[in-house]
Structure formats: structure tokens, C-alpha cells
């Protein structure tokens, strides 16, 4: 893992504890210790990524706990969090293994066993749809900068807070890209015509996050003008994903676009260059696209 990449991450969380600390009720301004629950993907496909968020919140929590004068922040210049009295944040760790199911009743734990504060997670817009609605049952504050999913904010809950873009933003910069390339306004690409990248295929997992994406890219192609020929779901836990690329290359697809998790980012990799596959453009949506084992593919 590079440091700089762990540093941003834990600058992030850190800024989200800070926000969380800012929610928690004032009966409990007067403790020393203020306890978050944090859900992530430890094992499993994504674990990769839960790992990397992991050190970030465990980074986080330390520059906020001690004093730290060699970091240009003025919250490393004092220790623990000082709008609540100095209070130290204790971080509790759990293991959703990208399970809706187990990171509801996880939250669930945390919030009557464990006493937290608030949430922090999920990554997986699936698990962080269930917890979030835990947090919102039990009036808990969660913070959430890692799924993307545009359905999550718009429940109406009072104690979910997503710091990130969601993923229409995303999507339309993909298409933004596509018509630019057209354009000639790609800096260091030739212009291509339209006629060159018309034609779209698809592939993302089926849950919260993939789904919505697909719904977006469909939406969006026909908005833009380009022909989505094939467009379809998978397993995330799929062992071999070979069907579907040959199900991809039959339409023969300019550019070809995918919203997946870092196993399945780098299997589904392997398989097209095991087919042959030959599109002009392949899209990956962050995720499992932008991890450092991905790019060993």
C-alpha cells in the first residue's frame, strides 16, 4: 500500500470523526472516551479495500488522540477532541464480510452491546443501506464517505451523513470523457469520431452499488447518444465470469464499462485478456478498479 494513499485516507476519516463527534448528543460530552463502531469488509473479495480503510480510521485515530507538531493541522496540535472535552476516540472494529444481513445485526451489537456513539462504514452500498437504517432506528449518528450508491440519501433518514459524490456523478463524467474523446478535447488522445466508440457493452455486480450503476449507464447512453448493446449483472463472488465476457464480446462493443469490486475487477480482467477481447475503451468504476492489486492484473 503506498504511504500517500494511506495518509489521504486517514486525513478523510480523520475529518469524519471529527463531523461524527460534532453529532453525538451532549449527555455525553463530559466522558473521556468516545467509542465508534466501524464496519467494514475485512475478509472476502473486498477485503483489500477494508483493509486499506482500516489503517485509515486506525491512522485517524491516532492524530486525533495524541499531539502530533509536526503535522500542519490544528487539530494534531492538541490530543483528543476538543469540542468535547478533550474526549479520545476508541475505534471497534467489525467484519461485515460484505454481508447486508451480518452488518445489520453488527450495528445492531455495537449500538446495544458495545454503547458506541456512532458508525462509521460500510464501503458495500448494500451493507451500508442496512446499517444505516439500524442507525436511523436507534437514533445513532453514522458517517458514511465510501459508497455511492444515489438511492442511500434519498430515504430521508435523519442520522445517515454521506461525504462523497454518489454515483450519477460518476457516471455522467464517464460519458463526459466519451463525448470529449469525440470532440478532440482529451489533451494527449487523437480525436476520434463517433461512429469509432458508438457501441457499449456492460457488466456490473448485482447489488445496491452495481445495479445502480448499470441503470445509470443505460440512462445516460441513450441521453448521449451512444448504443448500449448489451447490458448485464453479475455475482461479485462468481468464480468464473467467462460467460459473461463472451457474452460481451458477441456484440462486439467499442467500449466496454464495468462497476466492480476488487476480486471480480481483476477476474473479469484476466478473462477478457484470456478471450482476446479487444474493445477501444475499458471503463472500470473506482472501486475495485483503483486498488493496488488490481494494477498487478
Known sequence: MKKSYLVRWGLFILSVMIIAGLLIPASV????????????????????????????????????????????????????IQSLGGAKIRLIFKDHEGNPTLGADLAKKLILDDKVDGLLGCYHSSVTKTVSAVAEQYGVPMINGTSTSPALTKRGFRWFWRTTPHDRWFTKDLFELLKGLTEGKVRGVRPVSKGEIANLASACEKTEWGSHVSGLIGAFANSYGFKLRKSLLYASKSPDLSSEVRSLKAVKPDVMLFASYTSDAILMVKTLKAQKAKPKVIWGQDAGFEKPEFRST
Open 29 to 80: 460530552w463530559a466522558v473521556k472516551e468516545i467509542k465508534i463502531g466501524v464496519i467494514y469488509p475485512l475478509t472476502g473479495g473486498a477485503a483489500a479495500a477494508g483493509r486499506e480503510l482500516r489503517a485509515g480510521a486506525e491512522l485517524s485515530a491516532r492524530i486525533a488522540n495524541n499531539v502530533m507538531p509536526h503535522l500542519e493541522m490544528t487539530m494534531a496540535k492538541k490530543a483528543g
